[in-house]
């Protein structure tokens, strides 16, 4: 039966980092290839040996694709192509085929930078795995080979997130990524196709929770920022170069003109021009909003918003700063946050989460004295606040979504265990639906029906409407006819047609039985009887007497020997054909019976 | 163990052994179990468990609790396993019953928690861990425990099968090695106890109808033979033998894959030689008998190796080149060419067959081209291919890939058909092609090879990736075909495909594609590094409009098409510019020119990449010593200095500070001091003249100002990087007795100065805004302040503190502790948050 096989080796009970593999149809396709930032050694790349103990993987692996940029979702891509082996095809959207270079190189920067790092892939890496991606647009169906094809459908989350289908044949699974089902301030909602998948393979991170609208969090923001920057105290906002930063950008720049704000703000990074280049590049994956005010004014072209210079930070008054990395774990952010942390009147918002290892984990945590190099005790007096604005689907939008696609089937992935479970009970219960949720390196298999279209000869269906009834559309009708498989296509035409078709010469295939009678008479006598008998009990078949002494019932060939060891034997040979096999069993049955005693 | 963490370790303890709190993230555990295994690896007494009896404690009290975290669960086996590695610890876990609750049978495996993958791979984690000793290893196996984990070779999930399958490696190894009496014999094998029920086991799963017993214990061997060498396992093949050979009889048995991968370990495996016949006859089997896609990794295996038997070698070479044998034969004309192989010898209908089917067409030659490669990149081949009739058959790959070659052969004409426009196909075999142009004597070709590598170039078809490949091909046989053209003077055919290539370069430099104007740009870089020294290279280039093109290419909206063009430029620079016999070139072409543009690029340009090629081009130029004489040279690094010294990324930072120290070194080796024992030295200047001298050359060029700069930057590498120059600078100035003792540099105005450096150096990062050029009287262009801060700072202090990684608090132990502790309590939002 074909079968749909899912292993997560990332993402399976858990949020670290995505990579599921997934075969379909003999095809194998990895989905998504993320780095875990909790690690600094081979443990935050996903363990690849797995994915095959026999051979290469660019054999192996018929391609891979990445959903969006984010680093638990792509971050180990140049590791697997570059250093791994892996020479096939990825895919991903134009964003981010952009942009996920911009936040690989940034990684390794901060990476490099904090020494004892091995491992690790160089600038050089990172190119030459970009230049491997091929690009696709939303809705374009991209044909990987003759049999697998792939699409992307708009995810929402961050610019250029993308859902995909992978279709083979008639089976096919859907693979969301991360999405969000409610527009926010610059991209749209996910949206999907009624597609029916096999499988919908979803993410599950807020599986539990109804969120708090995303307003109501950036309104606190703005009001955090705005009360510390009145009272002359300075903002840190540790961020990564992509994504966030630019959300928030945006929200300050606005909220700056409307209140006509004079504080500077500052980015740090030096990315700022090439980040709102791609924003500006890829107007149309954000939301109408932006879109329609574009021709007015860019969103991305920030009036308040200059770089940074390293000097700025010993400045006097208030000034808003973001600096990356996003985790406070070394570079500027880690500097600017360590000249700022003894003064009461600053404030430091974390607006993702940080792994264990970092300052960020720390101050989030609640410590207050940190050790710092050379035994110094860091005093942190200023605020810390923390503000989630990760985008993901919550509870509702997860179901929304699957009412949207109607899948077969549903697996979950890139959440907690817990939450998972309760969610696939909700599933299992609203839509009568399997759901699934494997931990990391175990194998779902999913057993689908696919149904394959077969082209019928039109002589074929002539023949067959002309002795039953037209065709219709709503019953199921048997058909006989030849199954030609040829060229990845099924035809169903009549043997004769099939055998011209094929150059082939028709054989007879003949049943034959041997039937034991008690009959000392001589040969013809025991025939004589024999078509007596089956003439008198088969009224409606043709049953002829043959000169040469043999008996036929339609197709049906009966002769009558001596058995050569006993006179008093005959022994009776049946034989049929395929068309006649319901006839041919009867006869045999008839005669072992045995004949009726003779009238004569 | 440190005494702050004993102190904080119960607290950590009571934490995780909470039911009320959510759980510390799977991070904090793993690098807990990493600290625990350094640790119990350093001291294997029992003092570890007696001194923190919390340890203890915490598994007692997980054990208690009716309904455990999963991960708690799985963290507690693991760590009572590693605990339990020494034979003193395991005793007293022993004494605690501990170890009898967590791995027997009343334990874990025995309740619904066992349905977790992450218990049970906890379970066979703490397990492997324990199995160092033999104590550990009657525990399990008079316990009943080994049939767990022999069931848990076919656990679904693949981590702990795997793992599975890695402890019976692990406890066969063990058993043997520490509980044989005497030496194993073929003959009347005494297996001790625990291995002979592992050797068992393997034996009827062999025999078993089961394919997933017989692959489990397949699999076994393959790690048993990959990972131990010791005679022994010799003594185990002989009881083996005939299951395996029954492999290759019965056709039932469908583990091909896996026997080949075992047989590939055992030829590898040292205990095997030449003289093995009846293993090497089961070789030779498996390479007559399996499909060419199952044989192969087994056949390139073997011809590896440089001690194995003629016959298997001929066999595995049959094997790898049957296909390309195919290709040669179904591509050309009958009688055209000799095939690779006799055909005596290789009976090529499953090869034909498989070759012409759509499915597995593509995949056989990839596989093929890829043991090619893997082949050809060994230095010395244990075999002798035939490279002619290979390149032959790549070249008849590569022109039915790209439709130009259509032969009337049944065969020809479908593979033709199945391969066009194959990129999977096209790569594998650009690959082996730029292999094979390190192997001799393919020269009678070489002219019809560029014909094809040239449509490849030239052709809108290829792909991207494809392009990239053919690029690196094209250049490999480019220095093969210069080579060549020394040796037999024929010049006017170099010449021509030069010609050609530069043409087809043009074209690509323009493309709409990034990737591949960037490909584009690499490969004339590659170029350029290998062939510079051709006149005919030479004069072809210039005379292209490739240079042109390629100065166009510093202002592509891509910055790596940006930065490959400067590397390009720079390269470019070494045959125009920086040649002893400079070409006659247009105005636009001058070396002022294009070191202003490449130091516009540096000042200007928005992203980090085209900056760091600057600043590598302009080292490789000074070191090279192409920036002129010593004044020009100083005056084009004082200039980039103050270029890349306020730069934000610190990368380019960084090479700045390497164009710093090549400077550095080549001012003190032209000036004649020791550094360069072999530089001439004038005889009438005397050392400390040169020290002047220099001195005040790299004053200046306001080379200190930077360096000390960097000591406080807050990234590491800068720190690092200008503190070993200072170190180099300071052990050139001062000869170690001569050094100053730090607590007199107040005296003067310069000590005044130097003594507020040595402050501001102790904040590192932290210190204020930094002046370079003069601040608290600090003149980092005064010899005399920088002769006395070279001598009087505390270098090899600085450098061991910047040595340390930047996080190296925050990832010890210590913070790792109080770490988890913070935890407690936190809200869930922060937990479940991701990107």
Known sequence: MPEIKVTPLGAGQDVGRSCILVSIAGKNVMLDCGMHMGYNDDRRFPDFSYITQNGRLTDFLDCVIISHFHLDHCGALPYFSEMVGYDGPIYMTHPTKAICPILLEDYRKITVDKKGETNFFTSQMIKDCMKKVVAVHLHQTVQVDEELEIKAYYAGHVLGAAMFQIKVGCESVVYTGDYNMTPDRHLGAAWVDKCRPDLLITESTYATTIRDSKRCRERDFLKKVHETVERGGKVLIPVFALGRAQELCILLETFWERMNLKAPIYFSTGLTEKANHYYKLFITWTNQKIRKTFVQRNMFEFKHIKAFDRAFADNPGPMVVFATPGMLHAGQSLQIFRKWAGNEKNMVIMPGYCVQGTVGHKILSGQRKLEMEGRQILEVKMQVEYMSFSAHADAKGIMQLIRQAEPRNVLLVHGEAKKMEFLKQKIEQEFHVSCYMPANGETTTIFTNPSIPVDISLGLLKRETAIGLLPDAKKPKLMHGTLIMKDNSFRLVSPEQALKELGLAEHQLRFTCRVHIQDPRKEHETVLRVYNHLKGVLKDYSVQHLPDGSITVESILIQATAHSEDQGTKVLLVSWTYQDEELGSYLTALLKKGLPPSTS | MPSECSLLLPRVCAALADPRQSGSDDTCLEKLLDWFRVLTRLDPTVS??????????????????????????????????????????????????????????????????????????????????????????????????????????????????????????????????????????????????????????????????????????????????????????????????????????????????????????????????EADSRFWALVTSALECFTPVQAGPLAVGVLRLYKCPQDVRMQALTVLLQPMDCILRAASQPLEYAGLLDESVSDPTTVESLLSSKSSCAGLLCQTLAHLEQLLSLIHLPVDLPYVSLLRSLMAILQFCNGSLSPASPLGNTISRILINCFRVQKSALDVLAALSERKGCDALIENLFDILLAYLESPNTSPTVLKKAFQATSKWLVCLQELSCSNSQWQQTVKILEAVFLVLQKRLCSPCWEVRDSSLEFLTVLIKYLRDQDEFRQCLLSSEVPRLTEDLLEDPESYVRASAVTAVGHLAFITYFSPEPPVMGNQYNKENTIAKLQEILSTDSEGFPRRAVISIFTKWLRQGCTGQLEDTEQFVSRVIQIVENDLDWEVRLGGLELVQVFCNQTVCQLGLPKCPYAPVPSAVTSSGHQNQSLQIFCRAKLFGFLFHSLCDCDKPLGQRACDILIGLRSHFYPTSTLKASQAVEESPAGHSVAWLQRTLRQGALAQNFPIDGGDGMDFQDPESMMLALGTIDFEDLHSELNRCSDHVEKSPQSLLQDIIATVGTTEENEADCY
Do not use: Y
């Open chain 2, 48 to 273: 570890l468990l007696q001194d923190n009896p919390c340890l203890t404690d915490f598994i007692a009290a997980v054990l208690a609790l009716p309904e455990p975290s999963l991960s708690i669960l799985s963290f507690t086996l693991r760590l009572a396993g590693m605990l339990a590695a020494s034979e003193h610890r395991f005793q007293h876990l022993q004494q605690e019953q501990l170890l009898v609750r967590l791995f027997g049978r009343e334990g874990p495996l025995n309740s619904a928690l066992w349905e977790d993958a992450s218990v049970r791979s906890g379970w066979v984690a703490g397990v492997h861990s324990m199995m160092q000793h033999q104590p550990a290893l009657h525990f399990l196996c008079n316990g009943g425990g080994i049939d767990v984990v022999f069931a848990l070779q076919g656990d679904p999930s693949l981590f702990v099968a795997s793992a599975a399958s890695q402890l019976l490696v692990h406890m066969l190894t063990l058993s043997v090695e520490s509980e044989t009496t005497k030496p194993l014999s073929t003959v009347d094998c005494d297996w001790p106890a625990c291995a002979q029920m592992i050797i068992k086991h393997i034996e009827d799963s062999l025999q078993s109808s089961s394919a997933s017993h017989v692959e489990h214990s397949l699999k076994l061997l393959t790690n048993l033979f990959g990972s131990c060498c010791t005679p022994w396992t010799k003594v185990l093949w002989f009881s083996i033998a005939k299951h395996l050979e029954s492999f290759l009889t019965e056709e039932t048995v469908q583990a091909q894959h896996k026997l080949a991968n075992l047989l590939l370990k055992m030829a590898w495996s040292p205990v095997f030689s």
